[in-house]
């Protein structure tokens, strides 16, 4: 069972009361009537979708309700950190990061192509 | 309007429990339906907690995974700035609520959630079968409470003693709840 440790309710809880909200830090502008379609199309729907590091927001929605931030390695899947929501992008910890993943495309089936 | 009005009514809608009649268990574990609540679900900010409080006669608790009982009502913590308070009976919940004079929001939820009942030596197993909480007495003591997961369903599940819980769930999820319980309940007789 995957673990996911929400900052709300301090302590580990499992995946299964958690549900995925999107990636994290994304700020609507503050101009947002004054700003063009591209620019609109942007921030609305646009995304990073990056492989490894990612910052999301996650929800604890059959828990105690609230949004918060997540560091997680969409590789390996592992949550490297959470923190509260409307704190600011947190540094990933050393020890975490450095961690080798395995199970990547490229190691697992890359042959057989 | 003829005289017999309040009997004619009376006949055509009777109010029942949306369990009522269920009765269920194991040697482990036994399911008992609860008796009639009111509940309120309870949102406020930190500075507005001590009024609220004290005008229902019970500290709304700030710690998480926890609750409190007094005067017959019972203070659970959902989240951050989130409870659900149940009253046995008729307790005048948000009227009390209204008293404090302080901002807050409180809906009533009496007739929303019904409760089932689990004591017995199998009661954490029988919860186990779809619930993913670490339901030990060091992780989940006599008074920790937490809205989580019952297999498909959301419940709102609170220790009453070492061997008892009182899981509340949404009525019209409370015949997958019981049904569940019973077959979790079995299993922890095994
Ligand atoms: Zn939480």
Excluded at chain 1, 15 to 30: K, S, T, V
Excluded at chain 2, 20 to 40: D, N, V
Excluded at chain 2, 77 to 87: K, T, Y
Aim: hydrophobic share 40%; charged share 25%.
């Amino acid at each position: 069972m995957l673990l996911i440790h929400c900052p709300y309710c301090e302590e580990d809880r499992s995946e299964l009361e958690f549900r995925w909200a999107g990636e994290a830090h994304i700020a609507r502008p503050e101009n947002i009537s004054a700003i063009s379609d591209e620019e609109f199309a942007e921030f609305f729907f646009l995304r990073n979708n990056e492989k490894g590091l990612t910052y999301e927001r996650w929800r604890h929605i059959h828990g105690c309700g609230r949004f918060f931030n997540a560091a997680r390695d969409t590789v390996s899947d592992r949550f490297l950190m959470t923190y509260k929501a409307g704190m600011p992008k947190q540094p990933v910890p050393e020890t975490g990061a450095s961690e080798k993943t395995v199970e990547t495309y490229e190691a697992t089936e890359g042959d057989a192509r | 309007m003829v005289d017999s009005g309040a009997n004619f009514g009376s006949d055509i809608a009777a109010r029942t429990l949306p369990l009522a009649g269920f009765h269920g268990g194991s040697s482990a574990a036994r399911l008992e339906t609860a008796p009639p609540a009111e509940r309120i679900s309870l949102r406020a900010r930190a500075e507005d907690v001590g009024a609220l409080s004290g005008a229902l006669g019970v500290a709304l608790p700030v710690k998480p995974k926890t609750s409190s009982s007094a005067n017959g009502r019972t203070a659970l913590w959902l989240g951050p700035d989130e409870w659900l308070v149940i009253a046995e009976g008729n307790g005048g919940l948000m009227q009390a609520a209204k008293n404090s004079g302080v901002l807050h929001s409180a809906a009533d939820v009496s007739h929303r959630n019904t409760a089932i009942l689990v004591s017995g030596p199998g009661a954490a197993a029988a919860i186990n079968a779809g619930c993913p909480q670490d339901l030990s007495l060091k992780a989940f003591p006599v008074g920790a409470c937490s809205r989580t997961v019952f297999g498909k369903v959301e419940i709102v599940l609170l220790r009453t003693a070492e061997d008892a819980f009182r899981v509340e769930v949404w009525r019209s999820f409370s015949d997958y709840a019981f049904g569940l319980l019973c077959e979790g309940a079995q299993d922890a007789s095994l």
